[in-house]
């Protein structure tokens, strides 16, 4: 008979199994859509935990958990090969003569611990264990750089974590795995822990000037597959909503590589555009293209967020540029901003508005 899935594949919301499991800031797991849906209804909060959450709060694929769902067996794995002491892992780990098999298995029961688990998080931190783990990473085994990306982003859930990682040299090891990672899931893990590790503030600055770090996510959102560009853009997200990491992406050619892939569904794309529309910079370099058509067109299909960002984008290049008010009423922007002063989203009703003020001040 088989085995029944286990309740951590459920969603704690629909009560159904994940299809895109992902990680609230306050450490559980939803699925993609269910979350969204709760966070695109207007709040704020943790469902289960009901802790505050950022403004924008992001979702941090689950890829481990994804790959175990995914992979699930009929019959449960011996116990006497799941429930390994843990100081015995770390001590494998730490052992450069450990055989390969052995690493691989204590990497995969330790990122299963670990992400449940916050003392063990704690422990393997300050074990001394974590260079072991990104020397896996880095070692150009395809199974132990996945299975290390995996644990390395477990350890990354607690914020103290966040820190001593990035003291640790972690940032380093995962840029490395961005730019020649063994394939689109390491990548793809790797630009989701640059995300985790910059949802402390103190991190962002430290990535952001980390040499190739913005380039390579600018790169992977160019011409990665869908996974590795959704991640990248995630991550570009959180990195510049630093302030100084803005002009950075601009000069990595963030704008045109961003404009291009709204068109492929990467609807972050446009968050992260209204972040660099802040600087000085980003609206030079959006003011060479055709954005606002681009921006037009995404946001007539998109979700509110899509919409919200795109109004407060095309609003403060108004803001500083007669010639953007012209193109946004050529575009049709006015009439499609009295549309939306009814939307059930407050604040696209405030972009909305704002914008509108904008559009009638210039053209009276």
């Avoid at 450490?27 to 709760?38: E, L, P, V």
Wanted: charged share 20%; proline share 4%; aromatic share 4%.
């Amino acid at each position: 008979m088989a085995t029944p899935l286990p309740d951590d594949f459920k969603c704690p919301i629909s009560l159904e199994i994940m299809s895109d499991p992902v990680i609230l800031s306050s450490g559980h797991t939803f699925d993609r859509a269910s979350i969204q849906r709760w966070l695109d209804s207007g709040h704020r909060t943790c469902p289960i935990t009901k802790i505050p959450l950022a403004e924008s709060p992001v979702l941090i694929p689950n890829h481990a958990l994804r790959s175990l769902i995914s992979s699930y067996s009929l019959v449960s794995l011996p116990k006497s090969k799941n429930n390994s002491d843990p100081q015995i892992l770390i001590s494998i780990l730490t052992t450069p003569s450990s055989a390969l098999e052995e690493k691989l298995n204590s990497l995969d029961q330790l990122s299963r611990l670990a992400k449940r688990d916050s003392v063990l998080r704690r422990k393997l931190t300050e074990s001394g264990a974590v260079s072991a783990v990104l020397r896996c990473v880095s070692s150009n085994v395809a199974a132990l750089e996945e299975k290390g990306l995996n644990l390395i982003l477990h350890l990354s859930l607690d914020d103290d974590n966040k820190v001593g990682l990035v003291a640790e040299g972690a940032i380093g090891t995962i840029i490395g795995a961005l730019r020649g990672g063994s394939g689109g899931y390491c990548r793809a893990v790797a630009a989701t822990t640059l995300t985790s590790l910059a949802l402390v503030e103190v991190n962002k600055g430290t990535i952001g000037a980390y040499p190739f770090a913005i380039s390579t996510l600018v790169l992977l959102i160019e011409s990665g597959n869908v996974r590795e560009r959704r991640e990248a853009t995630t991550a570009l997200f959180t990195i510049c909503s630093f302030p100084d990491n803005r002009r950075r992406a601009v000069e990595c050619g963030a704008v045109p590589v961003l404009l291009s892939v709204i068109g492929l569904g990467v609807e972050r794309a446009i968050e992260v555009l209204g972040l660099l529309v802040k600087c000085k910079e980003g609206r030079i370099e959006l003011g060479k293209y055709n954005c606002i058509s681009i921006l037009v067109n995404a946001m007539k299909d998109g979700s509110s967020r899509c919409v919200q960002y795109g109004l407060n984008t095309i609003h403060l290049l108004c803001y500083y540029s007669e010639k953007m008010c012209v193109e946004a009423v050529k575009e049709g922007v006015l009439e499609l901003c009295l549309g939306l002063l009814e939307d059930d989203n407050e604040k696209v009703r405030t972009n909305a508005s704002n914008l509108v003020k904008i559009l009638r001040k210039r053209s009276g």
